[in-house]
């Protein structure tokens, strides 16, 4: 199994930015996506997710400025960060759900991750 993020960067509060995670070694299609975070001195936090049937959930910190979608030709799942604040600088790590249960689960931050860090 590997998820590989990508997309991050340094942008000033307000700015946009989309981050990305291609998925490899499972059933992409048959499994639900998420996203979770983990900011300096902060616990690893689930932000975004999207299932198999495009359902989808967002913590309320996110709520209205992110957007999760998901392209099953390409085996990726994307996350549009809009109206980024300082607060959201983190690593963005994906995750895959194929069991079903992982996002009621302990958070996940594992992984390479993406960095976003946003200046105020």
């Known amino acids: 199994v590997q998820l590989q993020e990508s997309g991050g960067g340094s942008v000033q509060a307000g700015g946009s930015l989309r981050v990305s995670c291609t998925a490899s070694g499972f059933s992409f299609v048959n499994s639900d996506m998420g996203w979770y975070r983990q900011g300096p001195g902060n616990e690893c936090e689930l932000v975004s997710t999207i299932s198999t049937d495009g359902n989808t959930y967002y913590a309320d910190s996110v709520k209205g400025r992110f957007t999760i979608s998901r392209d099953n030709a390409k085996n990726t799942v994307y996350l549009q960060v809009n109206s980024l604040k300082p607060e959201d600088t983190a690593v963005y790590y994906c995750?895959?759900?194929?069991?079903?249960?992982?996002?009621?689960?302990?958070?996940?931050?594992w992984g390479q991750g993406t960095q976003v860090t946003v200046s105020s």
């Open positions: 995750a895959a759900d194929w069991a079903g249960g992982l996002w009621v689960g302990p958070p996940r931050c």
